[in-house]
């Protein structure tokens, strides 16, 4: 069986832990996540190396669905920013060598927007 890959979400979180703490209840409770077999959640709460943000959480998503469970996590962090007063920055980093900055945006398509992450997630891809 191959290897989960591993998602470390941060968090940039100007509000003293609210927003850190809303969106790692939205991870342990959104159906999006949690219903899916392939999604696994870690608590990875505390300051990150560089104290830019808080790192709330790590996923670890099944190398068996990564591709779709991988877009399911994303766009669910996505919807997560639309219900926020504030749009704090999150960054993904996976352990396959991607990183991804959900940040505000013009754009409504979620979907778009969480496809593009999950490509930038699943790291540089060979040519």
């Known amino acids: 069986m191959d290897k989960p890959v591993t998602i470390l979400i941060q968090i940039s979180d100007a509000s003293g832990g609210a927003e850190a703490l809303s969106l790692d209840n939205w991870l342990t409770t959104h159906p999006a996540i ?18 830019s943000g808080l790192e709330i959480a790590a996923l670890a998503i099944s190398a068996v669905s990564l591709s779709a469970s991988l877009f399911q996590a994303v766009f669910s962090m996505l919807a997560w920013q639309n219900t926020r007063p504030v749009v704090s920055r999150i960054t993904l980093t996976s352990s396959l060598g991607g990183e991804a900055q959900l940040e505000a945006s013009d754009d409504d398509d979620l979907e778009a927007r969480a496809r593009a992450a999950s490509a930038d997630l699943l790291g540089p891809q060979e040519d």
Not at 39 to 50: C, K, P, R
């Open 34 to 51: 949690t219903a899916d077999p392939g999604i696994a959640t870690v608590q990875a709460s505390g300051l990150s190396d560089d104290m």
